[in-house]
């Protein structure tokens, strides 16, 4: 070939180039693929297992962890790369790993899913809980509230992200000198139920007509931010649907965990100081303007907007917990939170008969630390904080990507748990006191 011919390759790929743009909305090329990506269930029974995962989870960038390693009997889901899967089973027969195979290709439950999801061209008014929306969407319709019920509902910008989003919220107040209630969501990117549910629940809360919805909507003021990790949401619709942390660059990686940036035993167990690892901490605590935006407004509302309570939304395992994460040391009020937490529960499951589990985060999940919800707690003063893992299971074959049909359910028994969860802390007096 002489140096003159152009490759005819090359001419077909740019041609394609050319009459195939890459929509600003979609994911492109460029974005992370899972083709043949396997999900597996293993059950760790000895410690030399334990530390044989621990080993793996080290050395492999090809299996990527959901929780870490830690104890017999513990178990744990892993998603290993299509030219791993063979070398992954040998390891599992090798050392007599039980091991269960949930999901033989994440292409295709990530494909599936996008195909339902609304362009970002959607307008506000066509809202609603049978699709996944994207970030312009969601704060879109959070704006057309504030036009469509400028008597009591208004918009608040907390703070920007690293790449210059604003934080956005909405404050729904009917009567003066309420007691207030702050819900999160959308801290880890991936989690599309935790939008979902918070704009769900937010618009219950301002046009239901159940009169036990409107009790609470009325006789407290809400703060709802369904986004906290702006950049990270879009990402998932663009680069990678399994992003989990913020977008600010680290040397090799990006991201920081703004779940384990609150300076609430910041640095310490169940969490990473590798910039590469999906729990990773940031170069120090509140180092990340998204968790730095969410604890100065606390800092600044929690007396003067009387907040009482803080609830942050996740997925998924199906629980709802309090702190400490970082800790077995039971809070000073931990019967009452056992006490708020197990009848929210009852409630949520007599909706649609989902199972839960409840208790401290320690206890129930996994130790972390530098959450959000710790830090509301204490120093944050929040007596009533709490999180929930949404849907699914924790053995789920959808992990993160949950179907768009099951974001009403999720939302109807969520807000039965939310009436629960106001009722019994008011019967246990966090409303009345100061
Ligand atoms: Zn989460």
Not at 159 to 180: C, F, H, M, T, W
Not at 289 to 310: C, G, H, K, Q
Not at 405 to 413: A, D, F, K, S, W
């Amino acid at each position: 070939m002489s140096g003159k011919t152009v490759p005819i390759g090359c001419v077909v790929i740019f041609l394609i180039a050319i009459i195939v743009p890459i929509e600003g909305d979609a994911a492109g090329d460029d974005a992370a693929r899972y083709d043949h990506y396997r999900l597996y269930r293993v059950e760790l029974a000895t410690d030399e297992q334990v530390q044989l995962f621990q080993q793996l989870e080290a050395k492999s960038d090809s299996c990527t962890f959901y929780g870490h390693a830690r104890q017999p009997g513990q178990q744990l889901t892993i998603m290993v790369s299509a030219s791993k899967v063979a070398d992954f089973e040998d390891l599992l027969t090798l050392h007599g790993v039980n091991g269960r195979l949930l999901e033989r290709n994440m292409q295709q439950l990530i494909d599936r899913e996008a195909a339902t999801v609304k362009p970002i061209t959607t307008e506000p008014t066509e809202l609603g809980w049978e699709h996944y929306y994207q970030l312009e969407t969601i704060y879109a319709w959070m704006e057309s509230l504030a036009s469509r019920y400028p008597e009591h509902v208004t918009t608040l910008d907390i703070g920007q992200s690293y790449e210059g989003r604003p934080i956005k919220g909405v404050k729904l107040s009917r009567r003066p000198d309420n007691k207030a209630i702050v819900v999160e969501g959308g801290i880890h990117a991936r989690e599309w139920i935790s939008p979902a549910t918070a704009t769900f629940l937010l618009h219950e809360l301002i046009t239901s007509e159940d009169p036990a919805v409107q009790e609470i909507g009325t006789a407290y003021d809400w703060y709802f931010f369904p986004i906290v990790n702006p950049d990270g949401y879009r990402f998932t619709f663009t680069g990678d649907r399994l992003w989990r942390k913020n977008r600010k660059p680290y040397g090799l990686c990006r991201g920081v965990d703004l779940n384990r940036n609150f300076d609430s035993n910041w640095g310490g167990t169940g969490s990473s100081n590798d910039p590469c690892s999906y729990d990773f901490s940031g170069s120090g605590p509140f180092s990340e303007p998204e968790s730095i935006a969410i604890a100065n407004f606390l800092r600044a509302n929690v007396d003067t907007a009387r907040i009482r309570t803080y609830i942050a939304l996740h997925s998924y395992s199906q629980l709802l917990m309090f702190p400490y994460g970082h800790t077995a040391e039971k809070v000073s009020n931990y019967d009452d939170l056992q006490s708020i937490t197990d009848k929210a529960i009852e409630a949520l499951t007599a909706v649609n008969g989902t199972v839960y589990r409840g208790g401290s985060k320690h206890e129930t999940i996994y130790p972390s630390s530098g959450g959000s919800i710790d830090w509301a707690y204490q120093p944050g003063g929040i007596p009533v904080s709490l999180t929930f893992e949404l849907r699914g299971p924790p053995d789920s074959t959808d992990m993160f990507i949950l179907p768009a049909e099951q974001i009403l359910p999720v939302g109807r028994e969520t807000l039965a748990a939310f009436v629960a969860i106001v009722r019994e802390a008011a019967r246990l007096g966090y409303y009345d006191k100061m």
